[in-house]
């Protein structure tokens, strides 16, 4: 039987923040969240650019070096605005995202700060490192690792997708078994929700829905200043339910509201 993702969304702006800056989308054969790197322009149109393109440019199947094509033609679609409009210089967005393989395997694409996480059975386990100023310190042994979500610099990330041809980004392989539960999130959650209570809020959580809702109300009630969206996959093993067409959410959602082709 071959497996999908039961995937789910939930994206809020929070009560700092004018505009979401952050872009998702689910479908059963990936899943991804982007945040639009603070302090430049337009963050919103840079993640939602980057997730259309990634979703338009689906072909039937991909390995990692197919991934690797489809993010480098997406971060060129960041590239593409800049240049028709000179102001937008500087915009750039992280990029967090799961994806099937066409040989069953699954591709886990990072750069930046956003993270994803998997529970599998009782253990909880993040399974991206943050790119980040904080991050490097304490892999120097600088500071110890939970001081980090309280740093005062915790905000600066050493890699994004910005449309240069320099730009970098992750695709490691991981077995996908039926009944894991990943976590694709940005750091409007995990700067403010120790990983503890994230993880028991998903594991508690009967949905995908149902979990990124819970995970998404936990940081706003701890007061998140920042964006918030937390994108819950569920792997399964059974057929993929008629007319399951990618969903957006945050600044996807908002911008291109056009129909978007898929394969």
Known sequence: MPIRLNAAAVSDAGSHRPTNQDAAFAASWGAAVADGVGGGPSGDLASAALIHRLVATRGSGMDAD???????????????????????????????????????????????DSRAYLLRGDEFTRETRDDSYVQALVDHGIIPPEA???HPRRNIITASLG????????VAERPPLAGDRWVLCS???????????VAHLIAEADDPRSAAAAAVALALEAGTRDNVTVVVCDIVDDEVPAGNDPVFFGSAARWFAEDVETA
């Not at 240069?164 to 992750?170: A, H």
Request: aromatic letters at 6%; charged letters at 20%; a negative charge.
């Open 187 to 197: 750091d409007g959650l995990t700067d403010y929700v120790p990983e503890a209570d």
């Open 148 to 150: 980090a979500q309280a």
């Open 163 to 170: 449309g240069s041809e320099g730009d970098v980004v992750s």
């Open 66 to 112: 197919g991934l690797l094509v489809r993010i480098r033609e997406a971060n060129w679609d960041i590239r593409a605005h800049v240049e028709r409009d000179p102001a937008l210089q500087g915009m750039a967005t992280t990029f967090t995202g799961i994806f099937l393989s066409i040989s069953g395997e699954l591709l886990l694409a990072h750069t930046g």
